[in-house]
């Protein structure tokens, strides 16, 4: 598997993407490339690239910078990462054994102090139409509840409840060449939810690789509903989704 890491930065986390790049060489992937977009004043190293970016322009335009990234990649499987998510070491070998078929999926993603940190999980917000609009009208305890087990199928039934943080996805090509991330919109706008939503609708299946781990550098606080469902809540999610 041939992978193109996309890193998206400001210019003020040097000493984050220095640890991520270290991250990736210690994989010892065969083939991959890394395209950072962003100020950034570290040396390019074996195969690197280095697109600056204006941010004065618009102001956190991080949609403009990983279509930047999904352009000019020349590998079919797209990491999209924020500039303070390293790589465990056992990442690239489970993709492996994950395997290749999937479209758009993410994998554990691992808090600075060890929890969760929204990977694998169901939509926070609304949807349009249908009898169920929204998680929580479909049981309750999905307002505080939402991380699904690493082993939950996804089909297309309950594919639309969910949705990928935009901090880290792994993502081919061939979508992003048909599906661009929307550039009217910024960081904090909803973007990753807008995604999402776009590549449910085209019925592009998220899918969880269970085998491989990325960890944040820094703390990012967590939400109020970054705790795993329950077995009886996850059960009636199930069975609602697929009776529509």
Not at 13 to 39: A, C, L, Q
Not at 119 to 142: A, F, P, Q, S
Not at 183 to 212: H, M, P, V
Not at 226 to 239: A, P
Request: with cysteine; charged share 30%.
């Amino acid at each position: 598997m041939d992978f193109t890491f996309g890193i998206i930065t400001n210019g003020e986390n040097d000493h984050y993407i220095k640890i991520i790049i270290e991250s990736i060489y210690n994989n010892k992937i065969p083939n991959f490339e890394i395209i950072i977009v962003g100020n950034t004043k570290i040396d390019v190293g074996d195969n690197i690239i280095i697109y600056e970016f204006n941010e004065n322009i618009k102001q956190n335009w991080i949609t403009r910078k990983k279509n930047i990234i999904c352009e000019n990649a020349k590998y079919e499987n797209i990491v999209l990462l924020h500039d303070y998510i390293k790589f465990e070491d056992d990442w690239y070998k489970g993709f492996l054994k994950f395997g290749n078929d999937f479209d758009w999926c993410v994998n554990k993603i691992i808090n600075h102090d060890g929890r969760r940190f929204r990977d694998y999980t169901l939509y926070t917000g609304r949807i349009d139409g249908g009898k169920y609009k929204n998680v929580r009208d479909i049981d309750e305890h999905l307002e505080c509840n939402r991380l699904l087990p690493y082993d939950f199928e996804n089909n297309i039934k309950t594919n639309k409840y969910m949705y990928i943080s935009g901090s880290y996805y792994v993502i081919k090509k061939r979508i992003t060449d048909q599906f661009k991330l929307n550039e009217e919109l910024s960081w904090g706008q909803g973007e990753d939810f807008y995604f999402s939503r776009t590549l449910n609708a085209n019925g592009i299946i998220i899918k969880c690789n269970k085998f491989s781990s990325v960890k944040l550098l820094k703390y990012k606080e967590q939400t109020h509903w970054e705790t795993e469902i329950d077995k009886k809540t996850l059960q009636k999610f199930i069975e609602i989704c697929n009776s529509l």
